[in-house]
Every structure is written in C-alpha cells, then in structure tokens.
C-alpha cells in the first residue's frame, strides 16, 4: 500500500500541487469577493462583465449620496469576479467551503443583476426560480402606475426594471452600453427584504 501511494505521489505530484493551488486561489477570491459582499447591505452585478465599472461606481456613489449613507454600503460588481463550476469542473465545490455564482443570489450576498434583453428572455425556468424578478406587491398600485414604463414584460410578466429607460442610468450611462439590448435589472430571491433594494429601484427611475 505505501508503495502504491509512494507512486502515485511520484508520478502525479504535480497534479495534485496544482490542484491544491486552484483551490487555494478560488478560496482567497471566494473569501476577499463573497465575504465582503455579504457585509455590504446593496450589492449589484453585471452580469456581462462588460459595462463601464467607473460609471458604475459614479452611480452607486451618487445614490449612496442620494440616501445620506457610507459609500461602503453598495457596490457594483463584475460577473466575472465570482466562481462558477463551469470554470472548474474538477474541483468540489462543496468540499471547499465554496458557493458559487447563481447560489449567491440566495443567501443576500448579490442583491440586484442586471443581464441583457435576451438573456433575460433565454434564461429558462431555472434562472426566473433563482430571482423574485418584481414579487406582486413589492410596489404598490399607485407605483406600478407611475413606474410601468420601466417594468419590462415577458409573457405578460414583469422580469425587471429596464436598466437603461431609467433616468439615473442615462444620465451616467447615455448610451455607452456594450451592446443594443435593453439591460434588465432583477432582484436576486435572498433580497426583496432588503430596504437598499427597492431605494434603488426609486432612485434609478428618478421618482
């Protein structure tokens, strides 16, 4: 037996150093991205990873200053700056502690996504049960009334905000998007509760 296991080590101890380091790497970003992420009461995620971070950041800091609170209370994050299994499809997620992309719109580390038009429309049924998109009576009538050339429909159901119609998003954005869709914001299910979330929603559409 020892002889087995001083040959595999022989043979394959390469392997297994770098597969220690990957999953060392995936932990430290696991931990310097979700674990702050969580203390953060407002976290948004593009979910291109292609929209201009410095108006982004601009945005979230005008709002933060709009609601009178630390610019530390909201953040704006790339897509790409979470793990995703498809990018490591050898190493247990499980076992190493380590929640993924999609698993974190539950548990209130990532509270609003914004994803492209078709995207949103492509998503399947198991994206829409990852979000509350906009919940009934998360606005009131009056709200829906006032805010209903926002709400972007599919099948005669609100999938979101649309992102770039909003007043907040032009005059930060204009029309420097990567591509010509409509960009969809949604709520992540783990955070209708959050008050950050809604506060949002209103400062973006400018009411």
């Not at 392997?15 to 674990?35: D, K, N, Q, R, T």
């Amino acid at each position: 037996m020892k002889k087995k296991l001083d040959n595999f080590f022989y043979y394959y101890k390469f392997h297994v150093l770098a597969v220690i380091f990957i999953l060392f790497v995936i932990y430290e970003v696991f931990i310097s991205i979700h674990g702050k992420d969580k203390e953060i009461p407002l976290v948004i995620v593009d979910d291109t990873s292609q929209m201009s971070m410095v108006k982004a950041e601009e945005l979230v800091e005008d709002f933060a200053d709009s609601q009178k609170i630390g610019k530390n209370q909201a953040a704006f994050r790339y897509r790409s700056m979470y793990v995703e299994k498809e990018q490591y499809k050898d190493i247990a997620f499980d076992a190493a502690g380590i929640k993924e992309y999609q698993d974190l719109f539950t548990d209130g580390s990532i509270d609003l996504i914004i994803r492209t038009a078709d995207d949103t429309e492509q998503g399947g049924e198991s994206w829409k049960s990852d979000h509350l998109l906009l919940p009934k009576d998360y606005f009131t009538e009056q709200e829906m009334k006032k805010y209903q050339d926002y709400f972007y429909y599919v099948d005669e159901e609100a999938m979101g905000i649309t992102f770039d119609k909003c007043p907040k998003a032009k005059e930060f954005f204009r029309d420097d998007y990567p591509t010509e869709y409509h960009y969809i914001l949604q709520i992540a299910k783990g955070s209708k509760e959050e008050p950050l979330v809604k506060k949002f929603l209103v400062y973006l559409m400018g009411m």
